[in-house]
Structure formats: structure tokens, C-alpha cells
């Protein structure tokens, strides 16, 4: 019995010093965030994009898979298509932004590589499994994400991009459709951020 209790009393330890490495990554809205969706119809494709990206990373550079914990997202009714009634229709009668704000992807799960570490300097492109909230529904998502770690002045970041598709009817969006445009129902979303260490 003693030797059992040890045992649990050394492996709580350990995981809590494991967690104790773990870097605290902020991301702040503006600066280098960007946050871009291409919508395409037989005939027309537009952009529409925010800047408005916050969230925090949790994550030991030496061992990522064991460490990471995600929370990023995104404020929707701040998405910018370029003409100011096509963003009123988007967030009205599609995102619904008024009663649902944001986009959220949270927790991460490293599914590769193995044994995936961050060193300054170098890119490194691992594959994340998460949770994505979005118009009230949440749905796993995988996605392979770009990372560098960076030492800007003494302080320590994480540079960040992926890009992946979503199905609008996946998360019980209604098609947009500006006079006889139909828009594809798969919307291809790129991330772009920059996480700074607190």
C-alpha cells in the first residue's frame, strides 16, 4: 500500500513538473494576425479577412506533443469582404454573428512528428487534431501547422500558419448568394499569427 502510494505520489510529480516548462504564448488582435476565407463561385471569388485573432498557446519547445494546449479565436463580425452590404448579408443572414461571435479552436493534440520539438529559428510543420466551433456547431479538425520559434529582443515567440477547408453546410451555414452567385459550399481558410511569450 505504501509503496502504491509512492508510486502515484512520484507520477504526480513528474507530470507536474512536466507541465511547469510549459510556456505561456499570448496572441494578441492586429499586427501580424491575419485571418483570410476565399469564397468561389462559377464566375466570381472573394476574400474576406479580419486581423482580429487573440487566444493563448501553452507549450514546452522542448517535447510540443506532450505540452500543448490551444485556445485561438477569431471575432467574425469584424471579417471584411471589401463591400460593406456583402459583410452586413455575411454576418446577418449566414454567420449570424449576433448570436454567434467567434470561431474557436481549442485543446491540440500533436499527431506528428513524433518526439516533435521547437528549436529557435527553425520551421516546423506538425500535424494537430482540435476541437473548431463555429455558427454553434463543433467538429474535430486536423491541419497541418507551421511553426517557428523565434527570439524577437529577448522575447520568445511563435510564428505561426495553416490553412484548411471548411464546409459550410458541415456547420449549418446556408450558402451565401449575392444575385445569381452561388457560392461553393467548401470555403478555404488561411491562418496566419504570431504568439509572444508572457
Given at each position: 500500500m505504501l509503496r502504491t502510494t509512492l508510486w502515484l505520489?512520484?507520477?504526480?510529480?513528474?507530470?507536474?513538473?512536466g507541465s511547469a516548462r510549459a510556456e505561456e504564448f499570448v496572441v494578441r488582435p492586429g499586427g501580424a494576425?491575419?485571418?483570410?476565407?476565399?469564397?468561389?463561385?462559377?464566375?466570381?471569388?472573394?476574400?474576406g479577412k479580419t486581423a482580429k485573432l487573440e487566444g493563448r498557446i501553452a507549450v514546452d519547445p522542448a517535447a510540443v506533443g506532450d505540452s500543448i494546449t490551444?485556445?485561438?479565436?477569431?471575432?467574425?463580425?469584424?471579417l471584411d469582404t471589401g463591400i460593406a452590404k456583402r459583410n452586413q448579408h455575411m454576418r446577418e443572414n449566414h454567420l449570424e454573428t449576433a448570436?454567434?461571435?467567434?470561431?474557436?479552436f481549442t485543446g491540440a493534440t500533436v499527431a506528428g512528428?513524433?518526439?516533435?520539438?521547437?528549436?529557435?529559428?527553425?520551421?516546423?510543420?506538425?500535424?494537430?487534431?482540435?476541437?473548431?466551433a463555429l455558427h454553434g456547431v463543433?467538429?474535430?479538425?486536423?491541419?497541418t501547422v507551421e511553426v517557428t520559434l523565434e527570439d524577437q529582443g529577448g522575447k520568445r515567440q511563435l510564428r505561426f500558419?495553416?490553412?484548411f477547408p471548411v464546409s459550410l453546410a458541415a456547420y449549418?451555414?446556408?450558402?451565401?448568394?449575392?444575385?445569381?452567385l452561388k457560392l461553393a459550399d467548401e470555403q478555404a481558410v488561411r491562418v496566419t499569427g504570431v504568439a509572444t511569450a508572457e
Open positions: 505520489l512520484g507520477l504526480l510529480l513528474l507530470l507536474l513538473a494576425n491575419k485571418v483570410v476565407f476565399l469564397s468561389k463561385a462559377p464566375v466570381e471569388s472573394f476574400e490551444v485556445r485561438v479565436e477569431v471575432d467574425l463580425a469584424s448570436k454567434y461571435p467567434k470561431a474557436v512528428p513524433a518526439g516533435a520539438r521547437l528549436e529557435a529559428g527553425r520551421p516546423v510543420a506538425f500535424e494537430v487534431e482540435g476541437t473548431f463543433s467538429r474535430r479538425l486536423r491541419t500558419k495553416t490553412a449549418a451555414i446556408s450558402r451565401p448568394q449575392f444575385l445569381f
